[in-house]
T-cell receptor
Framework: NAGVTQTPKFRVLKTGQSMTLLCAQD?????MYWYRQDPGMGLRLIHY???????AKGEVPDGYNVSRLKKQNFLLGLESAAPSQTSVYFC??????????????FGSGTRLTVV | GNSVTQMEGPVTLSEEAFLTINCTYT??????LFWYVQYPGEGLQLLLK?????DKGSNKGFEATYRKETTSFHLEKGSVQVSDSAVYFC????????????FGQGTRLTINP
């Protein structure tokens, strides 16, 4: 039972480079989320999706794009990385209408450094 | 908008000490409340939850009671262990739309033997 899997686990980018973070879940969850975690800031929502083919902006969407072409995958893209995007990125998922009672299932994170 | 405020860390205690981590929230309606724990190098794990006023969530010796009158959800444990060292996050879910979780800033707890 893999749960939520994030790849890669670590990455170092140069300013201006692009990359895609992959989140895959095998629980048939409808809802998926991308958060970033920064010291003293907690977790802030970047983008989220309530189903295949849908995406929406969260609290801090600038500089990121997302896609959800398949229900099990949620991709987070950085088109032109900036040092301010150095962070730990977490993906999470949930059944529709289950968040209230059960919260999210989180991946183990991707630590991204932009130099 | 919805928000969660946690006591600032870091918090350092000796083994077997009593723990309280304060959490207060601002929300419209009746949110569900959660505590998550993050051990070093790992993702967040649900520790406990409460879905309505006066509910008490509990797990692994930790407890928190949903206090609507004081908009609080303080985390407590009677006797902490070294293995409880982690970062603790308070969060709420507002039950609307995509039911997004809003997190506090996290409190780093270190337990010394």
């Amino acid at each position: 039972n893999a749960g939520v899997t994030q790849t890669p686990k670590f990455r170092v980018l140069k300013t201006g480079q692009s990359m895609t973070l992959l989140c895959a879940q095998d629980m048939n969850h409808e809802y998926m989320y991308w958060y970033r975690q920064d010291p003293g800031m907690g977790l802030r929502l970047i983008h989220y999706s309530v189903g295949e083919g849908t995406t929406a902006k969260g609290e801090v969407p600038d500089g990121y794009n997302v896609s959800r072409l398949k229900k099990q995958n949620f991709l987070l893209g950085l088109e032109s990385a900036a040092p301010s995007q150095t962070s730990v990125y977490f993906c999470a998922s949930s059944y529709e209408a289950a968040v209230t009672n059960y919260g999210y299932t989180f991946g183990s994170g991707t630590r991204l450094t932009v130099v | 908008g919805n928000s969660v405020t946690q006591m600032e860390g870091p918090v350092t205690l000796s083994e077997e000490a009593f723990l309280t981590i304060n959490c207060t929230y601002t929300a419209t309606g009746y949110p569900s409340l959660f505590w998550y724990v993050q051990y070093p190098g790992e993702g967040l794990q649900l520790l406990l939850k409460a879905t309505k006023a006066d509910d008490k969530g509990s797990n692994k010796g930790f407890e928190a009671t949903y206090r609507k009158e004081t908009t609080s959800f303080h985390l407590e444990k009677g006797s902490v262990q070294v293995s409880d060292s982690a970062v603790y996050f308070c969060a709420l879910s507002d039950r609307s739309g995509a039911q997004k979780l809003v997190f506090g800033q996290g409190t780093r707890l270190t337990i010394n033997p």
